[in-house]
């Protein structure tokens, strides 16, 4: 257990479906990331928030909507996804500000399959 | 735009067998780089290097950094087969909260 959580751990939806995957840390860090991991690609970066504060949008399309309502939690609002969204949702939360030693801890993701 | 390369991506060895992985970047204004081991989902935590040349170790396993030749690699010895796991590579800059990966290496220790 890493100290961040997330929810739910599997989900199927329509293309013409909204939900919403949540994260949660338990470890008061200031940081928290989602990241898109597909079969046979590297980690990507969707957003990364800071205080709270959205400081990185990765070119995400608008179908995915991120909110973090306070820094122990995360979510990712997902509507009209395509096929090719199908993945691992990473959620990852760490202390510190840019440029500070201090690295990431990981959820144990939400496995998303959009038919 | 910062880059993460890792090689091999795929490596089977035998229980007891030497590993070790490279992984070479380029990232502007390096900060760190680190270390992961992803079994299942979550990628956990092994190690943070940010100086060249001081090797950091944890029981079996072990990282050095050359930061002149761009490169770190990771030594598994005496491999298990609970060693069995993606290894990720990430760096990191000082501008922003970003973490740039690498592929992995898929690694099965075969019994």
């Known amino acids: 257990e890493t100290g961040v959580t997330q929810t739910p751990r599997h989900l199927v939806m329509g293309m013409t479906n909204k939900k919403s995957l949540k994260c949660e840390q338990h470890l008061g860090h200031n940081a928290m990331y989602w990241y898109k991991q597909s079969a046979k690609k590297p980690l990507e970066l969707m957003f990364v928030y800071s205080l709270e504060e959205r400081v990185e949008n990765n070119s995400v399309p608008s179908r995915f909507s991120p909110e973090c309502p306070n820094s122990s939690h995360l979510f990712l609002h997902l509507h009209t996804l395509q096929p090719e969204d199908s993945a691992l949702y990473l959620c990852?939360?760490?202390?510190?500000?840019?440029?500070?030693?201090?690295?990431?801890?990981f959820g144990p993701g939400t496995r998303l399959t959009v038919l | 735009e910062d880059k993460v390369v890792q090689s091999p991506l795929s490596l089977v060895v035998h229980e007891g067998d030497t590993v070790t992985l490279n992984c070479s970047y380029e990232?502007?204004?390096?900060?760190?780089l680190l270390w992961y081991k992803q079994e299942k989902k979550a990628p956990t935590f092994l190690f943070m290097l940010t100086s060249s040349g001081i090797e950091k170790k944890s029981g079996r396993l072990s990282s050095i950094l050359d930061k002149k030749e761009l490169f770190s690699i990771l030594n598994i010895t005496a491999t298990q087969t609970g060693d069995s796991a993606v290894y990720l590579c990430?760096?990191?800059?000082?501008?922003?909260?970003?973490?740039?990966f690498g592929p992995g290496t898929r690694l099965s220790v075969l019994p």
């Open positions: 990852a939360s760490r202390h510190g500000l840019a440029g500070d030693y201090n690295e990431q801890f």
């Open positions: 990232v502007t204004n390096f900060r760190s």
């Open positions: 990430a760096v990191g800059n000082n501008y922003g909260q970003n973490f740039v």
